[in-house]
């Protein structure tokens, strides 16, 4: 079984940061994306960002773009996102995902919205005061 556990959410005033940490257990996979999408108050579900397990290649949302940066530890089995400059518009609850195919692959493009998720963790507040 495959678990994905988020933390590290909290509240923050605008312009400050939080990292997010994603730790993933049970079996491990030849090749996986690791996502971060987020999910606001009456907003449907956003993709925030992506990295490649295998090739460390990242993709972010242009939302995020130059404020949020993906990493990944294969050693401890994490993935992180460390958020800088928040916003207000940043306040969501944040969740972690598992990419576990190629779907959303159209060459070294990623597209999200064509991925199939087959786990994904129980989200953690992250909530920003302006």
């Known amino acids: 079984q495959v678990q994905l556990v988020e933390s590290g959410g909290g509240l923050v005033q605008a312009g400050g940061s939080l990292r997010l940490s994603c730790a993933v257990s049970?079996?491990?996979?030849?090749?996986?994306?690791m996502c971060w999408f987020r999910q606001a108050p009456g907003k449907e579900r956003e993709f925030v960002a992506a990295i490649s397990w295998n090739n460390g290649r990242t993709y972010y949302a242009d939302s995020v773009k130059g404020r949020f940066t993906i990493s990944r530890d294969n050693a401890k089995n994490t993935v992180a996102l460390q958020m800088n400059s928040l916003k207000s518009e940043d306040t969501a609850v944040y969740y972690c995902a598992a990419d576990t195919g190629r779907s959303g692959y159209r060459g070294s493009a990623y597209y999200p919205a064509s991925a199939e998720y087959a786990y994904w963790g129980q989200g953690t507040q992250v909530t920003v005061s302006s």
């Open positions: 049970g079996r491990t996979f030849s090749s996986v994306t």
